[in-house]
Every structure is written in structure tokens, then in C-alpha cells.
């Protein structure tokens, strides 16, 4: 893979007008940065851009993508003729997946580019255990090896290593591992403090997301953003795939009367976006003067069917250990709001769900008789070993998809139909602190709940928000990267 060198300087970003640096030891450092970073590639052509005030201007190999309608911020990526070479596949291989294309994440790029773009920053980052590259090395141990520590780390919900079911602890803790600072976001405090984002000009956030909005990543950025743009710091999206990539948006728009950490975003219930485009969509939306860049993916479409297991899977969160997990869970979520088992502790979360009431083998046999479009279903027992029943035997449904037809919505709301009205004396909604059902939280107003009640079928249950998710689906597509 060759191409010719080129140097150019690009036109100055609109967001960096300051004036250029003095002539000294400034130009003569970045003279030295331009020429390790010629010899580190003798394929990629580079340009100079200023980014930071202490280096007027930074050699890098990405690219610049134009701004695009709507004022969606800096989008750079990885030109092909930087990939890294891509080795034969592996006649023995087990995960046949990864022979394909090589999808590079955000991070992947910008490990290549030296990272060029945030080098000489003084930054924050959000990320956990799934920041790692294409190869499982984690975003801080190469950004530490390469000399670009960052001044704090924040992590969401479950922790740094992805392992907590918990509140975490308030305050800034030393991690023994990589003598980082740390501040929980998911713990009395959901967003850090101008304090704690003092001297910081830039906050990195490199995380992998399931794009359902009650899944609270996507609820810490919204408050990432809201800081952003309050302080005047610049926010980097290191972008990775959406594994929901070939569904569309699916449900109502949040209600606002029903804003809660497990609907802040002002989305669809399955919003069909990975985190650099909703970061896009809200800078357009609600921060217009927050100032956006985003590293995009490279090798990646929307519709990829098989982009979760072209690199190996990280588990997002301790109770989503595989795919399948994934794809199940926005369906059976809103059985955290009743008294059900959604299988956590077990080896299968949301694929097991059940109770120790269920008459399992009636349930199976009515979802059956649906015919559901790339799933298939068996019985199943299990003792989960938290949340609901814990450490008792609950006999259950284990849903297995198989297909890119697989309707995970709808194979939920069905299945809870079945469940209530064959148990309407067991079935049990559960409150929140305040006294909302919980079950409306997740699904952002009362209309999943009140469906159910109301035994509605599938079709007159989806024309209560299908407009809300079209709707959506032409409204952020000015925001698309994929």
C-alpha cells in the first residue's frame, strides 16, 4: 500500500483563532514534531493544524471532513491509504468474523496518528474497559506510553473496569493501577464540577454505547456536554460502531415530564446513532456554541451487520457479556421495572428472564404461536444470583436471535403481554424513590405501561410512536457519519 507524501497546510479552524506563535523555541519544537511524525509514515500524507496555543501548529494524518449542514462540529478521519496493512486471514481461524474488512475505531486512529490531536492538551477522559483498540490495548496505557497522560479520568456507570453494579463512592480517588485521578460520574454526582475541570481545555470521551437512551452512558455525555459548552472546553468524540447499526429509531421522543438519569437524552427509546453522531445532533439541537470534534470510524457502514464481531467484544457492562445480550436487551429492559428476573448473575442476562411463578411452558407456547420474525425461543431454568429472587430457582424463557429480522422491541412487548395476562395476580409494577413507576422512566412517558395494561396488539401499540421515530430518523440525518 503506497501513495505519494504530501505536505499542505489546511485553512485555520474556526475553531482556533488565535494568533500564530511567536518565532523561538515554540516554531523550533514544532519543526521537531512535524519531522518525527514524517518519519513515523512513509505513506500517509500529513498537514499542519493549529490546534493548541504552545504549538501554533501539529502535523497529523488525518483528515478533515467539511463541517456538513446544521453546525455539527470537526469530523476527522483516517484515510485509507493510512490503515494499517491488513494480514491474511487465518485458514484456522475460530472467529471467522474478524477475516473481513478491519473496522478502526476513533481511538484506533488517533493511536496511528500518534495522538497528534491532543498532544500538548491538558485533557479529561471518559472511558472504561471497553476504550481499548483494535488490538485490546487500553486508550490509557497508550496514550501513558505515548506521553499524552490525561490530567483526570471519569467513569460512568459500573466503573473504570466495567465490573460494578453499584453507586460509586463521591470524590476524586487515586486508581492504584495507572496513578490516574478518577471521578465517578454515577455517584451523588452525575457531572463533574467547574472545579474539578479546572486548568482542563479539552475533554476526551472514548466508550463504547448501546444506543438505547436509558442505557446512561449517552445520559453522562449529555451532562459532558452541558459542561463543554458552560466552561468553553472542546469535547472529542473517539467514535465507535452503532451494533444496533441495521435497526431504525424505535419509540416516542422523551416526554420532558419524565427526564430522569435513565432518559436525558432527547431521543427515541432506540435512537440508531453512534456517540459522535448524537453529539452531532445535540450541538446542532440544544449546544450550539459547545465546540465539537469528532474522530470517526473507519471501515464502517450503518448497516454492517457483523461490525460488533469484527474486532472482539468488550463487555459495555457487567450484565451485557456477549451480542446476543445486547441485541435482546432493549426489548426485556422494562422488565426492571416489575417483578421479574432479567437472568443478572447468570451466564446469559436478558437472554434468561423469568420467575420462580412463571408457568413457563404456557408462555413459551403462546410466543411461539406468534411466528416472530429472526428469533427463536426454548424454556429455561436458572437461580440468578442478583436483583429480583435472588438465589432462588426461576423457571423461564430464553431468547435467542437469529437474525438481522430479529424486532428486539417487539419480541419484548409481546412476550410481557403473554406474561400478564397469563399472571395478573403475580405481575407486579415497581415505583421509583418518587413514585413513578420505573417502567415509565425507561420507556420516557407512560404509553409502553399503559399498552400493556390496555392488552394492545403490536401493530396499535407501534402507531402510538411510530411518527415520533420517522420523524427523528429525518431529522438527524444531516448528522450521519455512517
Not at 495507572?178 to 466508550?207: C, M, N, Q, W
Request: hydrophobic share 35%.
Amino acid at each position: 500500500m503506497h501513495c505519494k507524501m504530501v505536505f499542505r497546510y489546511s485553512h485555520k479552524s474556526r475553531f482556533d483563532q488565535r494568533p500564530p506563535a511567536a518565532p523561538g523555541w515554540s516554531s523550533y519544537k514544532t519543526a521537531l514534531l512535524f519531522l518525527s511524525g514524517w518519519l513515523l509514515s512513509a505513506c500517509c500524507s500529513h498537514q499542519l493544524l493549529e490546534i493548541d496555543p504552545a504549538f501554533a501548529q501539529v502535523p497529523t494524518q488525518l483528515e478533515i471532513d467539511s463541517e456538513g449542514p446544521g453546525n455539527g462540529g470537526r469530523v476527522f478521519y483516517l484515510p485509507e491509504c493510512c490503515w494499517p496493512e491488513i494480514p491474511e486471514s487465518d485458514p484456522e481461524s475460530l472467529l471467522p468474523g474478524r477475516a473481513g474488512t478491519p473496522i478502526y475505531s476513533g481511538l484506533d486512529s488517533l493511536s496511528r496518528d500518534q495522538f497528534s490531536l491532543i498532544r500538548h492538551r491538558s485533557f479529561a477522559l471518559l472511558t472504561n474497559a471497553t476504550g481499548t483498540d483494535r488490538n485490546l490495548a487500553h486508550s490509557l496505557d497508550l496514550m501513558i506510553e505515548s506521553g499524552v497522560k490525561p490530567s483526570l479520568v471519569f467513569e460512568p456507570e459500573h466503573g473504570l473496569y466495567g465490573h460494578l453494579d453499584e453507586v460509586a463512592g463521591d470524590g476524586i480517588r487515586r486508581d492504584p493501577v495507572r496513578d490516574l485521578r478518577i471521578l465517578s460520574l454515577y455517584s451523588t454526582r452525575r457531572k463533574p464540577a467547574p472545579e474539578h475541570l479546572e486548568g482542563i481545555d479539552l475533554i476526551v470521551v472514548d466508550i463504547q454505547n448501546l444506543p438505547v437512551r436509558c442505557y446512561t452512558y449517552i445520559s453522562t455525555l449529555t451532562y459532558l456536554m452541558e459542561m463543554a459548552e458552560e466552561l468553553n472546553i472542546e469535547l472529542m468524540i473517539l467514535d465507535r460502531p452503532n451494533p444496533y447499526g441495521f435497526w431504525e429509531a424505535q419509540g416516542p421522543i422523551l416526554n420532558q415530564e419524565y427526564v430522569s438519569f435513565v432518559g436525558t437524552a432527547p431521543v427515541p427509546f432506540m435512537y440508531s446513532l453512534t456517540p459522535g453522531e448524537y453529539a452531532r445532533y445535540m450541538k446542532a439541537l440544544r449546544f450550539q456554541r459547545m465546540r465539537l470534534t469528532v474522530v470517526r470510524v473507519a471501515g464502517y457502514t450503518r448497516g454492517d451487520i457483523d461490525a460488533p464481531v469484527r474486532g472482539s467484544w468488550i463487555n459495555p457492562s457487567p450484565n451485557i457479556p456477549s451480542l446476543e445480550s445486547a441485541l435482546v436487551y432493549p426489548g426485556v429492559v422494562f422488565y426492571e421495572g416489575t417483578r421479574f428476573s432479567l437472568g443478572r448473575g447468570t451466564t446469559r442476562p436478558f437472554i434468561y428472564s423469568g420467575a420462580p411463578w412463571l408457568n413457563s411452558t404456557q408462555v413459551l407456547a403462546e410466543l411461539k404461536a406468534l411466528n416472530l420474525p429472526g428469533v427463536e425461543f426454548t424454556e429455561v431454568v436458572f437461580t440468578p444470583t442478583s436483583s429480583h429472587y435472588q438465589g432462588q430457582t426461576c423457571r423461564g424463557i430464553q431468547i435467542n436471535p437469529v437474525s438481522a429480522r430479529f424486532d428486539s422491541l417487539r419480541t419484548g412487548y409481546e412476550y410481557m403481554r403473554i406474561v400478564r395476562r397469563l399472571h395478573p395476580d403475580q405481575f407486579q409494577y415497581l415505583p421509583n424513590r418518587q413514585g413513578h413507576n420505573f417502567i415509565d422512566l425507561l420507556w420516557g412517558g407512560p404509553g409502553y405501561r399503559l399498552a400493556i395494561e390496555q392488552d394492545l396488539d403490536w401493530k396499535s401499540f407501534r402507531s402510538t410512536w411510530i411518527d415520533d421515530a420517522h420523524k427523528f430518523e429525518r431529522l438527524v440525518a444531516p448528522y450521519r457519519l455512517y
